[in-house]
């Protein structure tokens, strides 16, 4: 009998290092030193002589956001998938990046906020630090460990193309660039390259041009705004260490989200974003009205008490995309590719770094089969990165269907699906179990369809109709 999806996402969410890779290939070539591309390689130095990245953005990472992530100053959550896979490919990678600066608070107490009802539950308290950092710190760390490896190196520059073998159906040979600064392009023979130039990849066009298919590709307009600001952490302001609120759409409440984290340099980093014509400024006193108006007391008093560092920044993102890569009938040998590439999530969910992560996974479980790199497309990637994707799509853009101003694209059963969904999020907020599961799929330690039990519905149902006060859950096992 095949492995259902769960049981694959699980198995790909393993935490457990492999212990059965060899060498398969001379040179592998990565297009992109961010999230992806840095996991990517990590995973093909157990099995190339030699890994090059190509990077456009030559300025130090550790200086603050990169021009290539213009993103890169918004809050950004790892969540706890990311780190189990993070510490599985470098088993002292948390402990680290605490002794660089990550801040190791010890705290579990987390205030959720679903239109503006507290979540009162618990959850067990998690077996290493939660690793709460911005994005430029942790992509920081993730880089200085690729490169310590003797088979990475990275050169700066800007990918221009892919090379093909001579064969009109040959597959893909390497890659070329324009080296940063003056410089004739430079071209990389490899017998693997893995795109991961984000959202704006131009694989597609680089495959068209070869007459090879262009992978379908799917779009829903989230037309999300928001704007970030990091603050000096101030026990006299506030004492919070970790607030999320989030008001669902409805008739008589508009959709929006907004975070305060505790990072590294012993500061807070405050979010606030809207939809479609909500839109956040650049403004401080629009921020700090935004934070009073719209959000729980700590964010006010943060924002209005608090000492801010820098400027407010803002972002749009128009939509949530995906490339399936995997439903091309044509696929050319030798290219593979991971992260924004393949699927980029309305951000407010965190699931973009996380899931890079575990697209690195699939590529290591691929690479592990032993295919025949030079004859056999990466079919077997591309159709576990599906399961990676899927997951994390039904998630985000079930809940972003919600939205007014999405008005088609909704699937067969959508209203009861809805309805259970609220069902389900209602009892979280006041029922461990229920609370610890919908945690779980949400933090992509689990599937979605981890949710579908019929136990767990019966459960919050008898929570919507007959109330109760709250019920302390056992224990749940980390995945680690």
């Known amino acids: 009998m095949a492995a259902t999806a769960a049981q694959r996402f699980a198995e790909i969410n393993t935490p457990h290092p492999p212990t059965d890779t060899k060498v398969l290939m001379r040179r592998a070539v990565v297009l992109g030193g961010s999230m992806a591309g840095l996991m990517a390689a990590r995973v093909l130095s157990d099995h190339a002589d030699e890994v090059v990245i190509i990077e456009r953005d030559d300025t130090d990472v550790t200086a603050g956001p990169r021009p290539g992530v213009p993103q890169g100053s918004q809050v950004h959550a790892l969540l706890p998938a990311g780190q189990v896979q993070l510490d599985r490919w470098w088993p002292d990678f948390t402990e680290r990046a605490i002794a660089a600066g990550a801040p190791d608070e010890g705290r579990t107490d987390a205030k959720i906020f679903i239109n503006d009802e507290l979540r009162v539950t618990t959850e067990p308290p998690p077996e290493k630090p939660i690793l709460i950092t911005t994005r430029p710190f942790l992509e920081a ?64 066009d680089w495959l068209e041009e070869r ?8 779009r829903m307009p989230i037309k999300l705004n928001y704007a970030s600001a990091l603050f000096q952490r101030d026990p006299a302001v506030s004492d919070t260490w970790i607030a999320i609120s989030q008001t669902t759409p409805a008739k ?84 593979v590719a991971a992260g924004d590439a393949v699927a980029s999530f309305n951000p407010v969910y965190g699931q973009g770094m996380t899931s890079a992560t575990l697209h690195a996974s699939c590529l290591s479980e691929w690479l592990r089969t032993g295919p025949d790199l030079a004859t056999e497309p990466a079919r077997g990637y591309f159709e576990r990165v599906r399961i990676v994707v899927d997951a994390a799509w039904q998630v985000s853009t079930f809940a972003d269907l919600g939205l007014p101003h999405i008005t088609s694209g909704q699937p067969r059963g959508y209203k009861v699906i809805k309805w259970v969904s609220e069902v389900i999020l209602k009892a979280s907020m006041t029922d461990d179990v229920t609370s610890q599961r919908l945690n779980r799929v949400t933090t992509m330690l689990d599937h979605p369809n981890a949710l579908a039990s019929p136990g767990l519905l019966l459960r919050a149902l008898r929570l919507k109709w007959f109330g109760g006060a709250r019920v302390p859950a056992a224990p749940v096992s980390s995945s680690r």
Request: with cysteine; proline share 5%.
């Open 252 to 335: 008589d409440r508009v959709a929006r989200i907004g975070g305060v984290s505790s990072v590294e340099g012993d500061r807070w980093i405050v979010l606030v974003a809207g939809y479609d014509d909500d839109r956040p400024s650049r403004e401080v006193d629009d921020f700090a009205e935004r934070c009073r108006r719209y959000f729980p007391q700590m964010f006010g008093d943060i924002a209005e008490r608090g000492t801010m560092i820098g400027n407010v920044i803002t972002y749009h993102q128009a939509d949530s995309r995906r490339r399936d890569f995997d439903q091309i009938e044509r696929l050319p040998t030798g290219i």
């Open 211 to 218: 007459g090879w298919p262009r992978a379908p590709m799917q």
């Open 141 to 204: 760390q993730v880089r200085l460990r690729v490169l310590e490896s003797p088979k990475v190196r990275m050169v700066y520059g800007r990918a221009e193309g892919l090379l093909f073998a001579d064969d009109p159906d040959g597959g893909v040979a390497g890659a070329r660039y324009a080296p940063a600064g003056d410089g004739e392009a430079v071209e990389l023979q490899a017998d693997l390259v893995v795109d991961a130039m984000g959202r704006s990849s131009k694989l597609n």
